[in-house]
């Protein structure tokens, strides 16, 4: 059989921050022993921007214009050219996190127009009071239709630490209808633009459900929900892009009402 | 002075009757009658009475599916609540174990789930379909945003959500059987997909069940799955938990048991934060809290204040869910899941409690309720779901509990309206001590709560657990079983595997060093409950322990006053006469004790008391058509109750009744079989009247024995009785007591002869002995026994004879005995027989006119006159007065009867009109000279 080879990371959650050192072994294992030129490792960071299927079209006009974004770069080179012996060879390496240039290092980030990397941030709680009722809906039909409810609630701060979950509470003070459901949808939306207009996409990231039927009136329901490490990062506004993000409030009325209430954030990392 | 003949008057009874009977005369349709109905026709009344009728269906369609009772039962096993509470936690002999018990490990006196755990799973049970939906697959028509992720990114979310292919199953119309299979197959394809390291599949095969606890349709069978699923979750957190602690041991190192998060290196915690944030990320809510619950021990990996951070939040969460039920067995699962790991942390425990406390009125929101209505399931039924999971909390909450907490929480409870619920578990859950010193609190609450809701029965039970394992103070002791038994009596249907229960429990604890002795007036009134409540006592005796219990009444007095109460009960509710050998025994068994205290001492009217209840028992026994069983049963009770008199008296009554009976079923022709089983019964009564005392009852006993001997053939046996009853008759004493007063016995006997005679009448003669050989032997009797000396009652008895022997001497005897013949067909008017018949009238007649010269002195003057005239009434009546001399004796009675002025002149002028009116018959004539012989002496 051939030769296996993988890079370990020596700290366990993998992540690192800009001037930190990133340490870790090649592991080089094989049952024979392995001619080889030489093994060098290299660095790389790039913010690049993504073509979604969905909006195919829209980005066309300047898709071009944004070329990636090369952030960090560097190469070192591990061992000469030679012979590995058999087993398993245990190779390892650190180097520092430093910026190119003037760059700044952003989060690493997966999203649907961008893929990004860390930043820093400064957190100050700014907690929200709601209350939800027919009247303070937008959006609504046939106001009269909808059942009489009276939902109050608050979030202890839209100012979010990524790593913290995000807090409040919500209470049903009194609904005529029952209630199906309550949820939580984070949402991200992500803006791309230049000098040509932008585009923007709202993509639910996580939903989670805090309360599952018919609930006690007058009895807060907690709102809890951590982050998906994956899918967040701290709200981030360059000139080229955007990442917001939003939580909603979705409560669900027997038989059919969809009630939600919007709540943008701000995501940093302290 | 003169011997006077007799001649009978010949008689033709039938005529006599036809002639002395009022004459029919036949009513015309529209002649009056009183005893006519009143008839009003009137058209119109017909359609009045359908009115009211028609709603009356209705009424009976709300028979419960599930019997609220049969959950009685169930439920913690006193003995081994018993066993926990009493195990001595205090011989740990250092103490610092001891201190670590209290505070990281629960002791050996907490209950452990693994014992609710099989209760639960019997008691819960259901005949409905269930079903299982297993949504295993990504639940891909669910988010529309999730489309819009890049192609990559959401591969690699269908690898980790996808385990296998399309795999949404729902699984229908399971039996609970093939339920519990199934979930025991989920519980082995967890294992298996963890051991072939598919940590994503076990995962989610654990999102899935939890999520089967959100589903509350059969919600009977909710406490049940509960038990199941929580199983799969506790699998769950322990391979989690083993996988992270092996990540932390280096191969060399074993981790220890109270290692602090320092100790664990990186990649384990790197882990257990991945399971962590995966499991934060599940949308739905109760696997979310569900699964996270199962995995609260591994938070031991990552920080040390971790568990009580976590465990306020989770407890808060499960305000999110509607259902309230779901939410108590989270909360259940949580307090299970803290008391493992942190049995330190009580705070979240009582958090629990009193969110659940909050959350209480949604039992009866308009959520519930509809539920209920759609499942068929009644309030009565449904409440006691919540018993287990409520029981857990409490007892987790209480479990070393300070007394101040116990009493805030019953605080609490009181506050909230319709809490019997919550009284049930308080009281099944908190130390016995703390219940049964409060216990007449806890009677007064129960008596508050809503009859409609959880049945207070079983309130009453629980407390009955507590007062079974600690003492209530003394003085409420029998208050608080008046005020349960008042409820327990209500029960509709009455359930005698709870009274076994009750009863059992009792035995249990009364009979260790002879507790029960004092307690009598306790088990008394427990017995009169549970028989007042009983009125089927086939039901009652079958109940096991309830003849045990009887034998805790070891001091006579109180067991007798017991069996008592329990025979007047029999009495007044038994309507049927039964032959069920189950009350046969209890009963027999119950009389005899009764009997059995009967002593010298004994006072009559006790004695009366016993006897009558022993009676009314042996009334209601009846075989039916099994005459033999019937018979042994008498038999068997005569040994039984050998020193009751009336008892006695009784079964020769009910044996005659019985031999009567054979007679009517045989329509009085006896086969050879029940000619001999009547034989026995005859046989029967013969020898148990002479063990009887009062002597007129054992008279008249011969004699109605006797005549049922006649009415059945068995001439000899009768011969036999009336031989016994005149023998008897020269014991009969002067004075008897009657009703505890000294009486001349004389009337009695002359009563007694009357009866005894008009038997005679129609008794054969037995073919060796002489002719009328009984009614001589009789004579005899009468002749020697000694009369009180101013006294007619012996002339009053001959004058009877002479009636009596008229009437033997006659061609045709005025009554029968079917299929018997008597003398008068015997003998077919045979002169010898008629002969010495007259003869014996002759020497009666001496004897009585020997009486009345007796009688010529002045102070009897009047008696002597009344008897003349008495004398004269039997002549005429019975007598032939063609003849002569007859004729003759009767003007002398007239003259005698008004010599000395002392007859009564009315009686005299009706008499005479009598006769002059009997003179006006055919054959009579001869009256009318005879009217003209007797002057009527004119007051002077």
């Known amino acids: 059989m051939g030769t296996s080879l993988d890079i370990k990371i020596k700290r366990a959650n993998k992540v690192y921050h800009a001037g930190e050192v990133l340490s870790g072994v090649v592991v080089i294992s094989g049952k024979d022993s392995i001619q080889h030129q030489g093994v060098s490792l290299t660095v790389e960071g790039s913010v690049n921007l993504q073509l979604s299927a969905k909006s195919v079209g829209v980005f066309e006009a300047f898709y071009n214009s944004v070329k990636p974004i090369q952030i960090i770069n560097s190469t070192i080179e591990m061992v000469k050219p030679g012979k590995f012996p058999s087993g398993k060879t245990e190779i390892p390496f650190e180097f520092p996190l430093h910026v190119k240039g003037n760059k700044v290092l952003y989060e690493t980030y997966h999203g649907v127009f961008v893929n990004i990397q860390p930043q820093k941030g400064k957190l100050t709680p700014s907690p929200v009071d709601f209350t939800i009722t027919p009247e303070t809906l937008q959006n609504v039909r046939e106001r009269a239709l909808l059942p009489k409810f009276l939902i109050r609630g608050h979030l202890n701060s839209t100012n979010c630490v990524i790593t913290q979950p995000l807090t409040g509470e919500l209470l049903v003070e009194s609904s005529e209808a029952a209630i199906r459901s309550i949820e939580l949808q984070l949402v991200r939306v992500e803006t791309c633009g230049c000098a040509e207009g932008y585009a923007r996409d709202a993509t639910e990231i996580q939903n989670i459900q805090i309360a599952d039927g018919d609930v006690c009136r007058s009895l807060s329901v907690p709102i809890y929900m951590v982050f998906p490490r994956l899918f967040t990062c701290p709200t981030l506004e360059t000139t080229n892009f955007k990442v917001e993000f939003e939580v909603n409030v979705v409560v669900l009325l027997h038989p059919d009402h969809l009630i939600t209430e919007n709540f943008p954030l701000k995501l940093c990392r302290t | ?940």
């Open chain 2, 1 to 940: 002075m003169a011997v006077f003949p007799w001649h009978s008057r010949g008689r033709n009874y039938k005529a006599e009757f036809a002639s002395c009977r009022l004459e029919a005369v036949p009513l015309e349709f529209g002649d009056y009658h009183p005893l006519k109905p009143i008839t009003v026709t009137e058209s119109k009344t017909k359609k009045v009475s359908r009115k009211g009728s028609t709603s009356s269906t209705s009424s009976s369609s709300s028979s419960s599916v599930v019997d609220p009772l049969s959950s009685v039962l169930d439920g913690t096993d006193p003995l081994s609540m018993f066993a926990a509470t009493a195990d001595p936690a205090a011989t740990d002999s250092s103490r610092k174990r001891r201190d670590r018990d209290e505070n990281s490990v629960v002791g050996s006196d907490f209950e452990p789930w693994a014992s609710k755990r099989g209760e639960i799973l019997t008691r819960y049970t259901t005949t409905e379909k269930l079903s299982i939906n297993l949504f295993m697959g990504s639940e891909k028509g669910k988010g529309t945003a999730t489309s819009a992720m890049s192609e990559k990114v959401r591969t690699r979310l269908e690898e980790l959500d996808d385990f296998e292919e399309g795999s949404q199953k729902e699984l229908l119309n399971l039996t609970q059987q093939d339920y519990v299979n199934r979930i025991e197959e989920l519980n082995q394809s967890l294992k298996d997909a963890w051991a072939s390291d598919q940590k994503v599949k076990a995962l989610k095969i654990v999102i899935q069940c939890s999520k089967l606890l959100s589903d509350t349709s059969v919600i009977q069978f909710y406490p049940s799955k509960f038990v199941l699923i929580t199983d799969i979750l506790d699998t769950f957190g322990k391979l989690v938990h083993e996988r992270i602690s092996s990540l932390c041991v280096d191969h060399r190192s074993v981790l220890p048991d109270h290692f602090s998060p320092e100790n664990v290196n990186d990649t384990a915690k790197e882990t257990c934060l991945n399971w962590f944030f995966k499991i934060a990320s599940i949308r739905e809510l109760i696997p979310r809290f569900y699964v996270e619950a199962s995995i609260l021990k591994c938070n031991k990996f990552l920080s040390k204040t971790g568990i009580s951070e976590c465990l306020p939040r989770l407890t808060c969460m499960i305000r999110g869910i509607g259902d309230p039920l779901v939410s108590v067995y989270a909360r259940a699962y949580l307090c299970r899941v803290g008391m493992e790991v942190a049995p330190h942390l009580k705070e979240s425990l009582n958090k629990n409690f009193f969110d659940f406390l909050l959350t209480f009125k949604q039992i009866h929101g308009d959520t519930v309720q509809n539920q209920l209505v759609v499942q068929g399931v009644e309030l009565p039924s449904y409440l006691p779901l919540y018993s287990p999971a409520m029981d857990w909390i409490f007892q987790c909450i209480s479990y070393h509990a300070p007394e101040a907490l116990l009493t805030e929480m019953m605080e609490r409870c009181k506050k909230l309206g319709n809490n019997a619920l919550l009284l049930n578990s308080v009281m099944s859950a908190f130390r016995a001590e703390f219940i049964a010193t409060r216990s007449m609190d806890f009677i007064g609450m129960i008596k508050e709560c809503d009859e409609s809701g959880f049945p207070k029965h079983l309130l009453f039970r629980s407390l009955g657990l507590n007062l079974a394992l600690a003492d209530p103070p003394e003085g409420d002791r029998l208050q608080i079983l008046n005020e349960a038994w008042k409820v327990i009596t209500k029960l509709k249907n009455p359930q005698k595997r709870e009274v076994n229960t009750v009863l059992a429990d009792v035995i249990k604890h009364m009979t260790p060093d002879r507790a029960f002795e004092d307690s009598y007036p306790q088990l008394q009134s427990i017995i009169k409950k549970v028989i007042a409540h009983f009125h089927d006592f086939s039901v009652l005796f079958s109940v096991e322990k309830f003849l045990p219990f009887l034998d805790m009444f070891q001091k006579e007095s109180v067991r007798v006053e017991v069996c008592k109460c329990i025979m007047e009960v029999f009495i007044k509710h038994q309507q049927e006469p039964t032959k069920d050998p189950v009350i046969l025994n209890a009963l027999l068994h119950v009389c005899k004790t009764m009997h059995d205290s009967v002593n010298a001492l004994t006072l009559e009217d006790e004695k009366r008391m016993l006897a009558y209840l022993i009676n009314g028992f042996i009334k209601m026994v009846s075989f039916g058509r099994d005459f033999e069983q019937q018979l042994s049963f008498y038999v068997e009770a005569r040994s039984m109750f050998c020193n009751l008199e009336p008892v006695l008296v009784q079964l020769i009554h009910s044996v005659n009744r019985l031999a009567m009976e054979t007679r009517k079923v045989m329509k009085g022709n006896h086969s050879r079989k029940t000619a001999a089983f009547v034989r026995a019964c005859v046989a029967y009564c013969f020898i148990t009247i002479p063990s009887l005392v009062g002597i007129f009852t054992r008279l008249n006993l011969y004699l109605h024995s006797g005549q049922v001997a006649l009415a059945n053939q068995c001439l000899s046996q009768a011969d036999a009785f009336f031989k016994a009853a005149i023998s008897l008759i020269p014991e009969v004493p002067k004075m008897i007591n009657i009703d505890g007063k000294m009486r001349p016995s004389e009337s009695f006997l002359l009563e007694f002869l009357c009866n005894f005679f008009s038997t005679l009448l129609i008794v054969p003669d037995h073919p060796e002995h002489g002719v009328l050989f009984l009614v001589r032997e009789l004579l005899n009797v009468i002749q020697d026994y000694t009369w009180e000396d101013n006294s007619d009652d012996k002339i009053r008895i001959y004058t009877c004879v002479l009636h009596l022997l008229s009437a033997m001497s006659q061609e045709t005897y005025l009554y029968h005995i079917d299929k018997v013949d008597s003398n008068d067909s015997l003998y077919g008017g045979d002169t010898k027989f008629l002969a010495e018949n007259n003869k014996l009238c002759e020497t009666v007649m001496a004897q009585i006119l020997e009486h009345l010269k007796t009688l010529a002195k002045d102070e009897a003057l009047k008696r002597q006159s009344s008897l003349g005239l008495s004398f004269f009434n039997s002549i005429l009546a019975h007598g032939d007065l063609r003849n002569n001399r007859l004729n003759q004796l009767s003007v002398n009675l007239w003259h005698l009867a008004q010599r000395h002025g002392c007859a009564d002149t009315r009686t005299m002028v009706k008499t005479l009109e009598y006769i002059k009116k009997r003179s006006k018959h055919p054959d009579m004539g001869h009256l009318t000279e005879l009217a003209l012989r007797l002057p009527l002496q004119t007051r002077t």
